[in-house]
């Protein structure tokens, strides 16, 4: 029987700290601005014994209530303050919370904050982490500080940071702890328990135990709940489950998570190409890894990557700056299509009016497809067979809304216009439109996927320059035979 590596890295006294709701860490967050503003004022006011008094009194009661809240709490704080405030709230914390705050900050965050630490100090406060810990703060470390800590590390405890660190950063490997409790088949449940009573507490998330052999090959698991209700003297072998899910540590994370939601998983056994058992993933990884993914895919719909809302001009610029002049030229093509139809709009003059519908509702109808598509993507519903079937579905559908939208747009066209073959030619062109944005919304994150690119980096942008350039040739096309 063994548990392997240390426990979790606790928090000091972590059962007496505050934890807060999403509306109270808002209202600590104003608290801490607030403090944070009488702390600004008093330190432009010329300095003098009283001031200085009252300044050291304002940084005293900061502290204590930064202290009192727990570590993701502490994060959340950080992130949403601006770079000089920040790292004045870092100056204060409690030293032996910095490790705690490094794991629950966004990446952006961690690495500003670690910038501001010295290699010693940064060495101080992380070297109490699990392998896994370090690992997954690892990208944001410094070399020398990655170097210092493996050497306080012991063999066994080196050899899994080193093989963490060397798997892809968005696999299971990546992703997994070394925590968990295995057993051998043949032992009774009597000796089970006295070995859990034995250890301190159970690594988090603890809801089954793994069955192995003499060579560390999962045999079965057995859940804690058929522990404390069997008879003592019964047999791992016999009560043991033979039915259970195993990842792979090449397994992509996204992929973990969609078995952990499909199988309502709290923990799941890791295995290498052999069999053996290296790990385990808990559903507290998986629900950081659901949350992630969430957030860069909406970042990757309008073409950003997350970035610190504080951070400097330079980057802020070099990470937006390029869509937007994609967009640019996407917009200037629009326009220049808009151009060539200049006499026509100048007899018809409402058509320019009209024209931006058109455009409007191709694109809307497009970005509700392509939401649809990416995330059927993403939690593997839509396979290469599936296509045709999922495209002559999302036509029919365009159709259908298009013919509705296009009959409310027609009477509006002829309310404003009093002719019936613009409201005809409107209701002609936003069908045509809603077609192409869903043709759009279905093949180009399908395409990308297929290749291997994130189906949603830059694709509203992509779309947007398809339904707006060719809703206005449409419209305007129509337009000139039908109306001229």
């Known amino acids: 029987m063994t548990q392997t590596n240390n426990l979790s890295n606790k928090t000091p006294n972590d059962a007496s700290l505050r934890r807060l709701d999403t509306e109270d860490a808002q209202k ?21 014994k009283t001031i200085l008094s009252v300044e050291k009194d304002y940084i005293n009661n900061l502290e204590s209530f930064i202290n009192s809240l727990h570590p993701a709490d502490i994060a959340f704080i950080l992130e949403s303050l601006p770079t000089d405030k920040r790292q004045l709230i870092w100056s204060i914390v409690r030293k032996d919370y910095i490790a705690n705050i490094l794991i629950e900050v966004e990446s952006w965050a961690r690495s500003s904050l670690i910038e501001t630490m010295s290699i010693s100090s940064l060495v101080a406060a992380i070297s109490n982490l699990d392998t896994d810990e370090l690992a997954y703060i690892s990208p944001d470390l410094p070399p020398e500080a990655i170097a210092e800590v493996q050497k306080k590390l012991n063999d066994y405890e080196r050899s899994q940071l080193i093989e963490a660190m060397g798997y892809p950063e968005e696999s299971v490997g990546a992703l997994m702890d070394f925590e968990l409790i295995k057993v051998r088949e043949d032992i009774t449940l009597e000796v089970v328990l006295r070995y859990l009573r034995r250890l301190q507490e159970l690594p988090d998330h603890t809801d089954q135990i793994f069955v192995v052999d003499r060579q560390d090959k999962i045999q079965g698991v057995l859940a804690l709940t058929t522990i404390l209700i ?19 540590p090449l397994d992509s994370d996204i992929d973990a998570a969609g078995a952990f939601e499909r199988y309502d998983l709290v923990s799941a056994p890791v295995i290498d190409e052999n069999g053996k058992l290296i790990g385990r993933v808990t559903i ?16 990757s719909r309008a073409g950003l990557q997350e970035e610190d809302i504080f951070s400097n001009l330079t980057t802020a610029l070099i990470n937006r700056a390029p869509w937007l002049l994609a967009n640019l030229f996407t917009a200037s093509v629009s326009s220049f299509i808009a151009s060539r139809f200049e006499g026509t709009v100048s007899k018809l003059v409402i058509l320019a009016f009209l024209m931006s519908i058109v455009a409007g ?11 649809m598509v990416i995330r059927a993507i993403a939690t593997g519903h839509i396979t290469e067979r599936d296509l045709w079937q999922l495209l002559k579905r999302e036509m029919l559908v365009a159709s259908l809304v298009g013919s509705c939208g296009g009959i409310v747009a027609a009477i509006f066209a002829w309310a404003m216009s009093k002719s019936m073959m613009i409201a005809l030619v409107m209701m002609g062109a936003i069908v045509c439109n809603v077609l192409i944005g869903t043709l759009v919304g279905v093949l180009v994150p399908i395409l990308r996927s297929r290749f291997g690119k994130d189906p949603a980096i830059g694709s509203s942008v ?10 206005f040739l449409i419209f305007l096309g129509l337009s000139t035979i039908f109306l001229i």
């Open 230 to 248: 069997s008879e003592p003297d019964a047999e791992v072998k016999t009560l043991m489950s033979s039915d259970f899910l195993t990842l792979n």
């Open 361 to 371: 509702i191709g694109g809307n109808s497009g970005n509700q497809t392509m939401t």
């Open 462 to 471: 992509l779309l947007t320059f398809v339904t707006d350039s060719l809703g």
């Open 28 to 48: 600590a967050l104003l608290k801490v601005q607030e403090y944070l503003k009488k702390h600004s004022f008093i330190s432009e006011v010329e300095s003098d």
């Open 284 to 299: 507290a990884d998986v629900v950081d890894v659901i949350q992630e993914n969430s957030q860069v895919q909406e970042l």
